[in-house]
């Protein structure tokens, strides 16, 4: 059964880093590149980075460039989001993603999968 489950959200101030994790179990991690996604509150969802199977090649939203940074560890199982410089309108719950295939998740996959999320709230 795959499950991808999302840690490390919470409530932080503008300006502020947050680094979120994503264990995977029940299929074979490294075989899939992953993204990372997100919805804010009365949005649709909103695609945010993606990495592919090896973890040397990343890609993102031009609004978070410089400071997000995806990465993962296959020996771990793990995908992370490190978020730095956290702005109110980051605000969202951020959701791990396998690719089935491309470089995007799409909900419409059946193949693909995504995780519960988990809040991210940037506020003063």
């Known amino acids: 059964q795959v499950q991808l489950v999302e840690s490390g959200g919470g409530l932080v101030q503008p300006g502020g880093s947050l680094r979120l994790s994503c264990l995977a179990s029940?299929?074979?991690?490294?075989?899939?590149?992953m993204n990372w996604v997100r919805q804010a509150p009365g949005k649709g969802q909103e695609w945010v980075s993606g990495i592919n199977r090896e973890g040397d090649s990343t890609y993102y939203l031009d609004s978070v460039k410089g400071r997000f940074t995806i990465s993962r560890d296959n020996a771990k199982n793990t995908l992370y989001l490190q978020m730095n410089n956290l702005q109110p309108e980051d605000t969202a719950v951020y959701f791990c993603a396998r690719v089935h295939t491309g470089y995007y998740y799409s909900a419409r996959d059946p193949l693909s999968a995504r995780g519960q999320g988990t809040q991210v709230t940037v506020s003063s």
């Open positions: 029940g299929f074979t991690f490294s075989n899939y590149y």
